[in-house]
């Protein structure tokens, strides 16, 4: 178990060293590479970012979309995307996908006020949610999708 442990920290360290170096990637156009297009010369304006590898391969996009979502999304060398952090009407949400592109961690607050984290299995099949609304739930899921277990007494 130690040793599972110590492989998650790796990857975790490994993606949090991406995610600063998207952030660094994102200032420098910011200050350094962009045109202003309309306002004041020290706003910058754009659609889209995007950090490219050495070979020019996508790694990372920030932008917006035309349905009105905006977010970064990093992708791992193989272009599967592993992570998204994302604003839309609907909800704000943090994504953790794993190398086949399924969402394997997600966290969110909904526009209707609920929020809650949720670990699916492989290809999404089965699920623990820790749901909040009004009251807490803790449910799990099984390959079917059905509810195996609810934890009593967090429902009103």
């Known amino acids: 178990m130690g040793a599972d442990i110590e492989i998650r920290v790796r990857r975790l360290e490994r993606a949090n ?14 200050v350094t590479g962009s045109t202003s297009q309309g306002g004041s010369d ?5 659609q889209r970012f995007e950090l ?3 070979d020019g391969s996508v790694r990372a996009v ?21 992570l998204s ?3 839309d009407p609907d909800q704000s949400a943090l994504f953790i996908h794993d190398g086949e592109g399924t969402v394997r961690i997600g966290i969110a607050q909904f ?5 809650g984290v ?22 799990f899921y099984d ?4 509810t195996t277990t609810r934890v009593p007494g967090m429902d009103r």
């Open 42 to 46: 020290d706003t910058v304006r754009s």
């Open 85 to 87: 952090l994302a604003h």
């Open 17 to 30: 060293r991406v995610l600063t170096l998207v952030a660094l990637a994102a200032a420098f156009v910011l």
């Open 143 to 146: 390959e079917d999708g059905k």
């Open 111 to 115: 526009s209707h006020g609920g929020g």
């Open 118 to 139: 949720a670990l699916h299995g492989a290809e999404s099949k089965g699920a623990t949610v820790l749901y909040h609304k009004e009251a807490g739930s803790l449910s």
């Open 62 to 82: 920030l932008g917006t979309d035309a349905d009105g979502s905006t977010g970064l999304f990093i992708h791992d060398p193989n272009g599967s995307l592993r």
């Open 52 to 54: 490219v590898d050495v």
